[in-house]
């Protein structure tokens, strides 16, 4: 489950970026790698910078806000990510100058994040579903396992910088001996040298290939739903870290329900006299054809409620409604026949109509009473 990221970080909501960046340096100095050799912390600090690279930045921590989940706002294109070397350079910069105290830079990085976008139905919405996801992704080379080296070797320590990863620059100035340390060109910092890179990955730890995930998706998803999937993006360089993968959800429309929160809406049309009479008519839900009882007197607009055929929300179990708003058809056209009909039928109601719309008052009530009595 996802931690609170500013729990993670021990600020306030309301803190300041400053705040963020200072709660952040100040656990970076004690979880970074370079720092600390456990795993946890490790991990730990996979987690608090993912929490101050979401945080710090003013449009994902709004969306964060909103619940938008982490850095949603612009989504890396395969390959970016989350750079550990920012890290390390944010972090050198805290402590002073990069290199000092500082070992070697790690090969590894962590893979980028992953974007699908699926279409579902309104139906997978209603109850839920799994659908296969195919993307193109880098995942460990098995020639090497992410060692970067051909089997049966490894690297050898640079013999340029003594596998510190960084020189010694010496520089005469006007105010005499200038030392600076810069990292090592022969191995980029590294510390060690890949005599031999792997011919499965050219040296890169990772392939790119085909997958196809499946991706459980749960009923009551929204339109636009992102649904994280964590270590299931690319393969990290050097068998770095895997990055997530997000499958961004669209719902296609439905050409008879509508939805209304965890309700269903539909529109269905039923002739006057049928509305008049009323009857029970069959209606095709997702749960199968249901009864639809419509009552002797139903006027247009009027709604009937199926309950419990609608969605099931999110987490919980009881189910929205189906409900349906009648549209009373009107003929447009009659035989001769039917106008014999209704007229006969308008007559035998002329008198009933007449008198209650007298009682009902309204501005033309007293008019009407005049008329009549005349
Ligand atoms: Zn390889
Ligand atoms: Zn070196």
Known sequence: MNEDYYELLGVSRDASTEE???????????????VNPDPDAAERFKKVSQAYETLSHEDKRRQYDMGGGPGMGDFPRGGAGFDFNDIFDMFAGASGMRGRNQGPVPRQRRGGDVLRRVKIELR??????????AFRTAVLCERCS???CEPGTSPTRCTACNGSGHVQRVQQSLLGQMVTMAPCPTCEGHGDVIDKPCTGCSGHG??????????????????????QLRG???TGEAGGPSGDLYVELSVKSHEMFERDGDDLVTTVAVPMTTAALGATVPLETFDGVQELDIRPGSQP???????????TPLRRERRGDIRVVLDVD???????QERELLEQFAALRGDEAERRKGH???PFAKLRERLQNL
């Open 20 to 34: 963020i960046k200072k709660a952040y340096r100040k656990l970076a100095r004690t979880l970074h790698p370079d």
């Open 124 to 133: 997978d919405v209603v109850f839920g579903t799994e659908q296969q996801v």
């Open 146 to 148: 992410g060692s970067c």
């Open 206 to 227: 990772r392939t790119a290939t085909e997958r196809t995930v499946t991706v459980r998706i749960p009923s009551g998803v929204e339109n636009g739903t992102r649904i």
């Open 232 to 234: 299931e993006g690319e």
């Open 301 to 311: 607009g009027e709604e009937v409620t199926l309950k419990g055929l609608g969605v």
């Open 330 to 336: 009107v003929p447009t056209s009659l035989t001769e």
């Open 360 to 362: 009902q008052g309204g």
